[in-house]
């Protein structure tokens, strides 16, 4: 269970760290950000762009990245409190000099943001640090999958494969979760999850029943904040939700013994017994219009096993509302 944070702290350290503690205690695995080092990723002219958005934290696009980013000096903070509160840290990179820092360090777990797959050069890099990888599909297509997933396999096999719709946010009828099986039968060898930008629970669940074992889902504390990404995130009591209905998908399978069938509490005390409809005599057939049931303080035989006396015949006489029991048939 991957709670993915992003950049929805806003650039602030102290949020970040709430995102840490109050999304390990609503049941994530993995509390997870981003990192970049602007200046490497954007080049010049798309650093300096205007940036009118309403969501815009400055005027250019790239005093708006910087806004939100993660000091290079909070990422042992963010760490040792993923340690304090029981879950792993974890981060995408999208540029070498983030991948050094984080390396640098000691995240747990790297993530390959869709943006970079079937970007082989930088994804060999994230593969010879030989840390777990955690790969998003989203606008893949398969042999750009296929050759990312061989790629990192060529230098360690901890690779989970994330089926990803890059739509923010994704409407349900977007979701296609059917891939998931797709990724199951195209990588036996990798565990597949689900990484989704749907602003509901429902898809966790139904993603679990597809074979996904791994789930990221982007979380926020607050929906209303200025931001892309808040709208569709989970708030604490929805991911708390999201993670509950996941792990109770398998449990709701199993049907039950089948010696509990038709002892439930429920039959014990409300189950009708099979009685005489009418008056009736040693000897007599004990046909479907002689018989009904009712219920009595302590059940007999149940109206469900009807099947095992119609048609017999009775051993003694029997009054109108009596119950029948086995040892009144004649063998």
């Known amino acids: 269970m991957i709670a993915e944070v992003g950049q929805n702290h806003q650039g602030d350290l102290e ?13 994530a695995d993995v509390v997870k950000f981003q990192t970049r080092h602007n200046k490497s990723l954007f080049s010049s002219s798309a650093y300096e762009a205007a940036y009118a958005s309403e969501n815009a934290f400055a005027e250019t696009y790239g005093a708006h990245r910087e806004k939100l980013e993660l000091k290079p000096e909070w990422l042992p903070i963010l760490k040792a409190d993923c340690e304090k509160h029981g879950v792993k840290f974890m981060s995408t990179p999208f540029d070498e000099p983030s991948l050094a820092l984080l390396n640098e360090v000691g995240v747990d777990l790297l993530k390959v943001a869709s943006f970079d797959l079937g970007n082989l050069p930088f994804l060999n890099r994230i ?81 679990f029943m597809k074979g996904a074992r791994v789930f990221e889902k982007h979380v926020t504390l607050n929906r209303a904040w200025k931001g892309t990404d808040h709208s569709f995130a989970l708030e604490p009591e929805g991911f708390r939700k999201f993670v509950r209905d996941i792990k109770r998908v398998r449990h709701m399978m199993p049907p039950k013994p089948k010696s509990d069938l038709g002892n439930e509490q429920v039959f014990k005390k409300l189950g009708k017994s099979i009685i005489a409809y009418v008056d009736l005599k040693a000897g007599d057939e004990l046909t479907l219009d002689v018989l009904s049931g009712r219920i009595f303080e302590t059940q007999h035989v149940p109206v469900r096993e009807s099947n095992k006396v119609v048609g017999a015949k009775l051993k003694r006489d029997i009054a109108k509302g009596e119950p029948i029991q086995l040892s009144d048939i004649a063998p």
């Open 127 to 207: 593969a010879k640090l030989g840390k777990p990888v955690v790969l998003s599909v989203g606008g893949g297509k398969i042999d750009q999958i296929r050759s990312s997933v061989d790629l990192v396999q060529r230098h360690h096999d901890q690779i989970a494969v994330l089926h990803c719709v890059s739509e923010y946010p994704c409407e349900y009828d977007r979701l296609g979760l059917d891939n998931i099986e797709v990724l199951k039968a195209e990588f036996p060898n990798c565990i597949i999850g689900s990484s989704d930008h749907f602003n509901g629970t429902l898809s966790g669940p139904v993603a």
């Open 15 to 27: 949020i970040a760290r709430e995102y840490v503690r109050i999304f390990a205690f609503e049941g």
